[in-house]
Nanobody, 123 residues
């Protein structure tokens, strides 16, 4: 059983930064994919980026590449999403997700989800 709890959401001005954190409990394979997704109001859920549980590999959606960074904090057992140069279109509820298998990062199937944390970006 894996549990995920996101935190760090809030209101930020366009151009600003915000750091989200996903606290993870449970056992994961070292290469287990951990993903970040978001859902804007009235839109479908969108992939943001992913990292292996080991932290060795990452990849990002084109819309956030160069602005967002996903990392692992081994001491805190978290997966963090650093968001810089935020745009109004980055607003939404951000979710952390886990694929508890050893699937390759780009073909992950996420079975466990957090409750989400809301990000609001004012223009």
């Amino acid at each position: 059983q894996v549990q995920l709890v996101e935190s760090g959401g809030g209101l930020v001005q366009a151009g600003g930064s915000l750091r989200l954190s996903c606290a993870v409990s449970g056992r994961l394979f070292s290469n287990a994919p951990m993903g970040w997704f978001r859902r804007a109001p009235g839109k479908e859920r969108e992939f943001v980026g992913a990292i292996t549980w080991s932290g060795d590999l990452t990849y990002y959606a084109d819309s956030v590449k160069g602005r967002f960074t996903i990392s692992r904090d081994n001491a805190k057992n978290t997966v963090d999403l650093q968001m810089n140069s935020l745009k109004p279109e980055d607003a939404g509820v951000y979710y952390c997700a886990a694929d508890i298998t050893n699937r390759p990062l780009r073909t992950a199937r996420y079975e466990y989800w957090g409750q989400g944390t809301e990000v609001t970006v004012s223009s």
